[in-house]
């Protein structure tokens, strides 16, 4: 029950650090309901083989989620208001992300593996260190983003984020349902690529024209309304 209160709070706190970046309600329920899918499409991607055999996987109550892929749910969700939008939608979710992971420490998942085992530690404190550590981390990348400027925003998120993980997967234990059938660092890795491309694609070279999402002020107390849907 702690793991999903800790879920939950997460959830706040994005819906309410969206709000603060000028999402609107319905926005921040599609951010978040896009952010459930992408987590459970992204671990049927590691798991393609599995699910190609037993489809069922996907729909099961007993399925997985990846956590890592929950960035590309709010994307989509942000992404048609603009960059500058996708910008504030990463912000607000580097904390969530970073109090979420409260529930992997609690609930022991995903913990560091014994050197020169495939097993994950059962003592307390070695199976939850790289989940306080990843948390940690969040957190700290949640306190750069609110400092930096809109334009530095995603790669930055990209590189904290998804480069953490990747570096982590190496001391991590297999997970409960069994090795991957995908590398996630490789995933992991080409998804950062590709963000960084059409980041870099699709950033204006002037003012005109941009998106009217947020203010250009990294450090702005006052965000503009972003989001034509209703509030």
């Not at 329920?29 to 459970?40: C, D």
């Not at 049927?44 to 083989?49: G, I, Q, R, S």
């Not at 399925?63 to 989509?76: E, I, N, Y």
């Not at 989940?131 to 750069?144: F, G, K, P, W, Y």
Request: glycine content about 12%.
């Amino acid at each position: 029950m702690d793991g999903v209160a800790l879920w939950l709070a997460a959830a706040g706190l994005f819906a309410a650090r969206a709000r603060r970046e000028g999402f609107g309600r319905a926005r921040i329920a599609l951010a978040l309901g896009l952010g459930v899918v992408t987590a459970r499409l992204g671990w049927a991607t590691l798991y393609f083989e599995t699910i190609a055999r037993t489809p069922a996987w996907l729909i099961s109550i007993n399925g997985g989620f990846s956590l890592a892929f929950v960035a590309a749910g709010v994307m989509l969700a942000s992404g048609p208001l603009g960059p500058r939008a996708v910008a504030g939608s990463l912000r607000a979710l580097a904390p969530a992300i970073g109090v979420a992971k409260g529930a992997c420490v609690l609930a022991g998942c995903c913990g560091a593996a014994l050197e020169g085992t495939g097993e994950a530690e059962a003592a307390w404190l070695p199976a939850r260190v790289l989940q306080l550590v990843e948390a940690s981390a969040c957190l700290a990348l949640a306190a750069l983003l609110a400092r930096v400027g809109w334009r530095q925003v995603p790669p930055a998120f990209a590189l904290g984020h998804w480069g953490l993980r990747m570096t982590s997967e190496a001391w991590r234990a297999p997970p409960a349902f069994g090795p991957p059938d995908l590398p996630l660092a490789e995933v992991l890795a080409g998804w950062t690529l590709l963000v960084l491309c059409v980041w870099s694609a699709s950033r204006p070279n002037g003012s005109n024209g941009e998106c009217q999402a947020l203010h250009t002020s990294a450090d702005s107390k006052r965000r503009s309304p972003v989001d034509p849907m209703p509030p």
